[in-house]
């Protein structure tokens, strides 16, 4: 890998440890930082797209309002850097003490990031959030781990 191949794949590791201290600190104007303006989402929650970062931050408001506390953790992140564009994929569990005081470990879903390299700035163009499923019953797999 070249050197500036390790420096932009570097500094995309940093953005993605950035977004789990901005959801772990429910910090929606950190987390605006780090999107696209024009982000496409196809997350867990409806609907089937979340388009542009007003949709994206509207969307992690409503999963903050859930929780008092809110954990996040990211397994096993693989990243693809080119010159412009960059892909990667991990696991995701969001977890922590819902605003009833109840404690949730949450459940791991499959995470993809699509980053965008503009004016020299690494962002998540695109993410995608998937959660496993049996097909015979088309209930969810939410009982896997990486």
């Known amino acids: 890998m070249s050197a500036h191949r390790e420096v932009d794949e570097a500094e995309i590791k940093r953005l993605v440890e950035t977004i789990v201290e901005g959801i772990r ?26 388009v542009g970062i007003e949709a994206k931050m509207a ?16 397994r096993d992140l693989t990243l693809t850097v080119g010159d ?13 003490t819902l605003e ?15 980053f965008r390299k503009t004016d020299d700035h690494w ?4 993410d995608q959030v998937s959660v496993p499923f049996d097909v015979a019953s088309g209930e969810a797999a939410a009982d896997l781990e990486p």
């Open 123 to 126: 962002v998540v163009a695109h």
């Open 100 to 114: 009833n005081g109840t404690a949730t470990k949450g459940m791991w879903v499959r995470a993809t990031f699509c």
């Open 25 to 50: 600190a429910k910090d929606l104007e950190t987390l605006r930082r780090l999107y696209a303006t024009d982000v496409v989402s196809f997350d867990v929650e409806p609907p089937l797209q979340h």
């Open 59 to 74: 969307n992690w408001t409503k999963a903050f309002t859930f929780f008092r506390d809110v954990d996040y953790e990211l």
């Open 84 to 96: 412009d564009v960059a892909f990667g994929h991990a696991f995701g569990r969001l977890s922590g």
